[in-house]
């Protein structure tokens, strides 16, 4: 079954490729730096396609319905090579900018499934209650969510680097679990 998604933070498009490879079809995308943007642009096949520059101007109004968002929300202020300030942090706390677009969005504009990706660390950052305010934000606006850290070894990648996966359904809509 093909999927529609949105690649909000979409650097130059990681989410989209494994989505893609998936069979599943990219409707819309957001990236604020104009070299991603424009690698993104000429990695991708972007024509038709809904796009903002900042993750800021988007909102749930106007963002179109899709099946699944995609979020790699930047991991500086979160990743153990920052400053640690986590969601406090001027890039890592765009993470609330997802919650606050669900917030205005109708029912018919939220996705049935979230998918985020960050680095490791966001489980430690803050003594962990980072992680416990995204799992926190995501139950208040009515998704269940679950998450688990994968190492890129396990999918045949020769590198070691570990990311923490946060997979969320929309209560109603959809209750399969994904990690086991």
């Given at each position: 079954m093909s999927l529609t998604f949105i690649d909000l933070f979409a650097g130059i498009g990681m989410f989209r490729i494994g989505?893609?490879?998936a069979g599943h079809k990219c409707i819309g995308w957001v990236e604020w730096d104009k070299d991603a943007r424009a690698t993104y642009e000429s990695m991708h096949d972007t024509k038709g396609e809904w796009t903002?520059?900042?993750i800021r101007n988007v909102t749930g109004t106007r963002i179109p319905a899709a099946d699944i968002w995609c979020a790699g929300f930047p991991c500086q202020d979160i990743s153990k090579n920052g400053?640690?300030?986590g969601l406090a942090g001027e890039k890592s706390g765009l993470f609330r900018e997802v919650i606050r677009i669900?917030?205005?969005?109708d029912e018919v504009k939220k996705p049935s499934r979230l998918l985020f990706e960050n680095v490791e660390n966001l489980l430690r950052v803050n003594k962990g209650w980072d992680l416990f305010r995204i799992l926190s934000s995501l139950d208040e606006v009515g998704y269940d969510a679950e998450w688990?850290?994968?190492t890129s070894t396990e999918c045949g990648i020769p590198q070691n680097r570990t990311r923490l996966f946060i997979v969320a359904?929309?209560?109603g809509r959809d209750t399969r679990r994904v990690f086991s």
């Open positions: 989505m893609e490879k903002e520059n900042d400053r640690q300030k669900i917030r205005e969005a688990q850290t994968i359904h929309l209560r």
